[in-house]
């Protein structure tokens, strides 16, 4: 039923809702009568209205992409990066409810850390036949390197995700436990943050727990656990970097805890330290909080291909000398064969009965389950009983005849690969869709952080809903979709704030800090060449764009000769223009239109506009963790900045498109003026714009001034346009238009922000930092000498004598004087890559 209007009443709200029958329904005790907890909230927004329900969710999805909240979804035809999907309509668990399931959850992490400290301690479990030794040490997740190894006061869980589902009686049940590294926490943080943006008149109204005190806890127990360093301890997040899925979550947990975020190749290990390679040097690192699988973690002593870990790391946890969260070796136990034996593990480890039970699971290493399993194979799920990426859960009852026969094979084969889970009638929820309440099945994750000798629970979670009501898998990566998670109280809710005036003082410590990865370093450098570079494809785009469509030219052979020069300036090696019939200048005028738009919008060239500020982008998000969030929301206005339907932009449509790309890349650039505090980053950034500014200024020159002649001399009046400087030549020389006082403008005024002289002063500025500094003893000062002789040789020469012309119509001198300062720009880009930058990527393209 589709809702509009002003103002709607709750039952007429929820009167197209409609669950299946034998399902239990989170709003909905029975069709048409809520649950006593979602009375208020559905009155609530009732009173919005579906207009304005609509209006601010398209807002609140802006502010999802503004933000740059992605998860990445592997294989996908529509591009890897996909903006977060959250639906607007919360999931609600009432006090009562809550409380129990605190309480089991806590009992559970107490359990299964328990279960950990024996397994890689006195196998006390192995030895009295409570478990069996084929689910431990034939487990891929049970690492020998790990066994023995000393865990700080036994917590090997510093945080635990479990998956809940509800079933049609209305008890949850645990169906997954994630103990290695678990993800969700930060989406679950922003979609709170989000949703109290859009809603903020709900979240005054109606009571919610909120989650920030869960991060505090989260963030002071990760302190306390450095041995050596107690007042400021070095705290990295080591993520596997932004391919991976929920990449986003690391650099947004980075950020919010303050901790720094590397990759494998940022730290290394030395005499059994690990350590954070930095510009200034090795940094020791007391704690890892680590977003790698285990395997991954070590490829000396764990996974041997591993390019993602630390060579070396477990001796360092091994000698003490620092600690991982979660401990390595916690993969272990999500395997969901352990479930079964959890009940009597709790009996044997904590003398207590297990709470929150575990839906009801079989493993086939056993021959009594796993002739249940055959038996009763059409209402079970099959899954792998260890980690295995390749197979996907198998649902009985839809296999086939051959497929049943196969499957069966395959168990009686291996059965101790296997294990079969009762298949859950998943309960349903509400989502905002199509401007009315729809049912969807819902899997909630809660999250435990460790706090002392215990656990704390999250006051909400991360609930993800499927993407239709037929649909029994909830996944991100199958489509579906998250929803923020209300915990409501039985009491007032406590406000929380992150400091306190009680707080011991800290120690004053001015500048920029010093803990920049080389690796960081390196992003940050391209950063600001792939910014430039397209801000300049920018500006020359929109001054050939313009000169096509408007009234700048008369459309003749002098201006197509004009164009096709400044057109030559970009070295397009893609180029699908021919220009060997100037004389047919209609079609050649419609093909070098083609061209333009072409060099906007097609994604597939390399030397497109959109791809540059694709790499832009990426290269910006190697290092989100160190942007500020004005700087994250304008890079992330890239994709719209260029985004439309290739082969059907209009040339109106491209101009407005160029000209909100130049807008965006110009805040930036007004960003890192303004708001970046000016430690080595901000100067390896500004090294890495002047450099390409430079080169592109040099390429223009020796493009449009050297080879000069009456037949192009329109030009002169682009290369300003392109540069940004015509209104400043027009208050100096009006309309008089010479190559001399151009040249002087653009090359050697050193008040011009766009001239050459400006972007060298400006260069060498940067680099006598970085060379002062401590690391500086390796920097390229040869390279540095020959780029400041060819700018003196450069600007010491006569202008007017550079600009006059041969017999040929070129300018020999001004070409040599170019050339050399050309050559020694890459030169010196390529010393300090070699110097300071050991980790480039494999797709960037110079």
Same mark, same amino acid.
């Given at each position: 039923?589709?809702?509009?209007?002003?103002?709607?009443?709750?039952?007429?709200?929820?009167?197209?809702?409609?669950?299946?029958?034998?399902?239990?329904?989170?709003?909905?005790?029975?069709?048409?009568?809520?649950?006593?907890?979602?009375?208020?909230?559905?009155?609530?927004?009732?009173?919005?209205?579906?207009?304005?329900?609509?209006?601010?969710?398209?807002?609140?999805?802006? %502010?999802?992409?503004?933000?740059?909240?992605?998860?990445?979804?592997?294989?996908?035809?529509?591009?890897?990066?996909?903006?977060?999907?959250?639906?607007?309509?919360?999931?609600?668990?009432?006090?009562?409810?809550?409380?129990?399931?605190?309480?089991?959850?806590?009992?559970?992490?107490?359990?299964?850390?328990?279960?950990?400290?024996?397994?890689?301690?006195?196998?006390?479990?192995?030895?009295?036949?409570?478990?069996?030794?084929?689910?431990?040490?034939?487990?891929?997740?049970?690492?020998?390197? +790990?066994?023995?190894?000393?865990?700080?006061?036994?917590?090997?869980?510093?945080?635990?995700?479990?998956?809940?589902?509800?079933?049609?009686?209305?008890?949850?049940?645990?169906?997954?436990?994630?103990?290695?590294?678990?993800?969700?926490?930060?989406?679950?943080?922003?979609?709170?943050?989000?949703?109290?943006?859009?809603?903020?008149?709900?979240?005054?109204?109606?009571?919610?727990?909120?989650?920030?005190?869960?991060?505090?806890?989260?963030?002071?127990?990760?302190?306390?656990? /450095?041995?050596?360093?107690?007042?400021?301890?070095?705290?990295?997040?080591?993520?596997?970097?932004?391919?991976?899925?929920?990449?986003?979550?690391?650099?947004?947990?980075? =950020?919010?805890?303050?901790?720094?975020?590397?990759?494998?190749?940022?730290?290394?290990?030395?005499?059994?330290?690990?350590?954070?390679?930095?510009?200034?040097?090795?940094?020791?690192?007391?704690?890892?909080?680590?977003?790698?699988?285990?395997?991954?973690?070590?490829?000396?002593?764990?996974?041997?291909?591993?390019?993602?870990?630390?060579?070396?790391?477990?001796?360092?946890?091994?000698?003490?000398?620092?600690?991982?969260?979660?401990?390595?070796?916690?993969?272990?136990?999500?395997?969901?064969?352990?479930?079964?034996?959890?009940? =009597?593990?709790?009996?044997?480890?904590?003398?207590?009965?297990?709470?929150?039970?575990?839906?009801?699971?079989?493993?086939?290493?056993?021959?009594?389950?796993?002739?249940?399993?055959?038996?009763?194979?059409?209402?079970?799920?099959?899954?792998?009983?260890?980690?295995?990426?390749?197979?996907?859960?198998?649902?009985?009852?839809?296999?086939?005849? #051959?497929?049943?026969?196969?499957?069966?094979?395959?168990?009686?084969?291996?059965?101790?690969?296997? /294990?079969?889970?009762?298949?859950?009638?998943?309960?349903?929820?509400?989502?905002?869709?199509?401007?009315?309440?729809?049912?969807?099945?819902?899997?909630?994750?809660?999250?435990?952080?460790?706090?002392?000798?215990?656990?704390?629970?999250?006051?909400?979670?991360?609930?993800?809903?499927?993407?239709?009501?037929?649909?029994?898998?909830?996944?991100?990566?199958?489509?579906?979709?998250?929803?923020?998670?209300?915990?409501?109280?039985?009491?007032?809710?406590?406000?929380?704030?992150?400091?306190?005036?009680?707080?011991?003082?800290?120690?004053?410590?001015? !500048?920029?800090?010093?803990?920049?990865?080389?690796?960081?370093?390196?992003?940050?450098?391209?950063?600001?060449?792939?910014?430039? %570079?397209?801000?300049?494809?920018?500006?020359?785009?929109?001054?050939?764009?313009?000169?096509?469509?408007?009234?700048?030219?008369?459309?003749?052979?002098?201006?197509?000769?004009?164009?096709?020069?400044?057109?030559?300036?970009?070295?397009?090696?893609?180029?699908?223009?021919?220009?060997? #019939?100037?004389?047919?200048?209609?079609?050649?005028?419609?093909?070098?239109?083609?061209?333009?738009?072409?060099?906007?919008?097609?994604?597939?060239?390399?030397?497109?506009?959109?791809?540059?500020?694709?790499?832009?982008?990426?290269?910006?998000?190697?290092?989100?963790?160190?942007?500020?969030? #004005?700087?994250?929301?304008?890079?992330?206005?890239?994709?719209?900045?260029?985004?439309?339907?290739?082969?059907?932009?209009?040339? !109106?449509?491209?101009?407005?498109?160029?000209?909100? +790309?130049?807008?965006?890349?110009?805040?930036?650039?007004?960003?890192?003026?303004?708001?970046?505090?000016? !430690?080595?980053?901000?100067?390896?950034?500004?090294?890495?714009?002047?450099?390409?500014?430079?080169?592109?200024?040099?390429?223009?020159?020796?493009?449009?001034?050297?080879?000069?002649?009456?037949?192009?001399?329109?030009?002169?009046?682009?290369?300003?346009?392109?540069?940004? /400087?015509?209104?400043?030549?027009?208050?100096?020389?009006?309309?008089?238009?010479?190559?001399?006082?151009?040249?002087?403008?653009?090359? +050697?005024?050193?008040?011009?922000?766009?001239?050459?002289?400006?972007?060298?002063?400006?260069?060498?500025?940067?680099? =006598?930092?970085? /060379?002062?500094?401590?690391?500086?003893?390796?920097?390229?000062?040869?390279?540095?000498?020959?780029?400041?002789?060819?700018?003196?040789?450069?600007?010491?020469?006569?202008?007017?004598?550079? +600009?006059?012309?041969?017999?040929?119509?070129?300018?020999?001198?001004?070409?040599?004087?170019?050339?050399?300062?050309?050559?020694?720009?890459?030169?010196?880009?390529?010393?300090?890559?070699?110097?300071?930058?050991?980790?480039?990527?494999?797709?960037?393209?110079?």
């Amino acid at each position: 039923m589709s809702i509009s209007g002003d103002t709607l009443d709750a039952p007429l709200l929820c009167a197209g809702y409609q669950y299946p029958q034998g399902v239990y329904d989170e709003m909905s005790a029975a069709p048409g009568i809520l649950r006593p907890h979602w009375d208020k909230f559905i009155e609530s927004i009732s009173a919005l209205g579906g207009d304005e329900l609509a209006r601010r969710w398209k807002i609140a999805q802006q %502010r999802i992409r503004e933000n740059g909240v992605t998860y990445n979804v592997y294989a996908d035809p529509l591009g890897m990066d996909r903006p977060w999907s959250l639906d607007s309509v919360p999931l609600l668990i009432p006090p009562a409810e809550w409380k129990e399931l605190e309480a089991g959850l806590i009992q559970r992490a107490h359990l299964l850390n328990s279960i950990l400290a024996d397994l890689y301690g006195p196998q006390q479990l192995l030895h009295d036949g409570i478990l069996p030794p084929a689910l431990v040490l034939a487990n891929p997740g049970f690492w020998r390197p +790990c066994h023995g190894m000393p865990v700080p006061v036994q917590p090997y869980l510093h945080l635990l995700a479990v998956d809940l589902a509800r079933a049609p009686d209305g008890q949850w049940w645990v169906i997954a436990d994630r103990t290695q590294a678990p993800s969700g926490a930060g989406y679950a943080l922003e979609n709170r943050t989000v949703l109290a943006e859009t809603f903020p008149d709900l979240f005054r109204e109606f009571p919610v727990q909120r989650i920030a005190s869960f991060f505090s806890t989260f963030r002071n127990n990760l302190l306390s656990l /450095s041995r050596s360093r107690r007042e400021n301890p070095r705290m990295v997040l080591l993520t596997p970097g932004p391919f991976n899925e929920t990449y986003f979550e690391h650099s947004y947990l980075a =950020r919010y805890l303050g901790f720094t975020l590397v990759q494998g190749a940022d730290l290394t290990v030395r005499d059994s330290r690990v350590f954070l390679q930095t510009l200034d040097g090795l940094k020791p690192v007391d704690v890892i909080l680590r977003r790698l699988d285990d395997s991954f973690c070590d490829p000396i002593e764990l996974r041997h291909d591993s390019f993602l870990g630390v060579a070396g790391l477990v001796e360092a946890v091994r000698a003490g000398n620092v600690v991982v969260a979660n401990a390595l070796g916690s993969s272990l136990i999500e395997s969901s064969a352990f479930m079964p034996f959890l009940p =009597r593990m709790s009996r044997q480890l904590l003398g207590e009965r297990l709470k929150l039970p575990s839906i009801a699971t079989w493993w086939c290493g056993q021959p009594g389950p796993l002739q249940y399993v055959v038996d009763h194979l059409d209402n079970l799920v099959i899954k792998p009983a260890f980690s295995s990426p390749g197979m996907e859960p198998v649902f009985g009852g839809k296999l086939t005849g #051959d497929q049943r026969a196969s499957m069966i094979a395959r168990l009686h084969e291996r059965p101790y690969q296997f /294990s079969g889970q009762e298949l859950v009638n998943l309960s349903t929820v509400p989502v905002w869709s199509e401007n009315c309440l729809s049912p969807r099945r819902v899997v909630l994750r809660v999250f435990l952080a460790a706090s002392g000798d215990s656990w704390v629970v999250m006051p909400g979670g991360l609930a993800r809903v499927s993407p239709s009501l037929d649909t029994q898998v909830v996944s991100m990566q199958r489509g579906g979709a998250s929803k923020d998670t209300w915990v409501l109280p039985d009491g007032p809710v406590d406000g929380f704030t992150p400091q306190s005036p009680g707080d011991p003082p800290v120690s004053l410590n001015r !500048g920029a800090g010093s803990d920049l990865p080389s690796r960081a370093a390196d992003h940050l450098f391209w950063l600001g060449r792939y910014a430039e %570079r397209s801000e300049h494809l920018a500006r020359v785009l929109r001054c050939i764009l313009r000169r096509i469509t408007g009234e700048f030219g008369s459309s003749g052979i002098s201006e197509w000769d004009s164009l096709i020069k400044l057109y030559d300036c970009l070295a397009s090696p893609h180029s699908r223009l021919s220009v060997d #019939d100037p004389q047919g200048h209609l079609d050649q005028w419609r093909d070098l239109e083609h061209e333009i738009l072409s060099l906007i919008f097609e994604e597939q060239r390399s030397d497109s506009l959109s791809a540059n500020l694709t790499r832009t982008a990426r290269t910006a998000a190697h290092v989100r963790a160190s942007l500020s969030s #004005d700087m994250v929301h304008i890079v992330n206005q890239f994709s719209a900045a260029h985004a439309s339907a290739w082969g059907y932009a209009s040339t !109106g449509e491209a101009l407005a498109v160029l000209d909100r +790309c130049i807008g965006t890349l110009a805040a930036l650039r007004g960003i890192e003026m303004e708001n970046i505090t000016r !430690g080595a980053g901000w100067h390896f950034l500004g090294v890495g714009r002047r450099i390409e500014r430079a080169i592109q200024l040099v390429d223009l020159f020796r493009g449009i001034i050297v080879p000069l002649s009456p037949g192009t001399w329109s030009t002169l009046n682009m290369l300003l346009e392109v540069a940004d /400087s015509s209104m400043t030549y027009r208050s100096r020389y009006f309309t008089v238009l010479q190559a001399a006082p151009v040249l002087d403008l653009l090359m +050697c005024d050193h008040a011009n922000p766009r001239s050459l002289a400006f972007q060298l002063e400006d260069l060498l500025e940067h680099c =006598r930092y970085l /060379s002062d500094k401590p690391s500086g003893a390796a920097w390229p000062v040869y390279k540095q000498n020959r780029l400041e002789e060819a700018a003196a040789d450069l600007f010491g020469a006569d202008i007017r004598v550079l +600009c006059q012309p041969d017999e040929r119509n070129m300018r020999e001198q001004l070409d040599q004087l170019l050339a050399a300062t050309g050559a020694a720009l890459p030169a010196l880009s390529d010393a300090i890559t070699n110097v300071y930058f050991s980790h480039a990527e494999l797709e960037r393209a110079s």
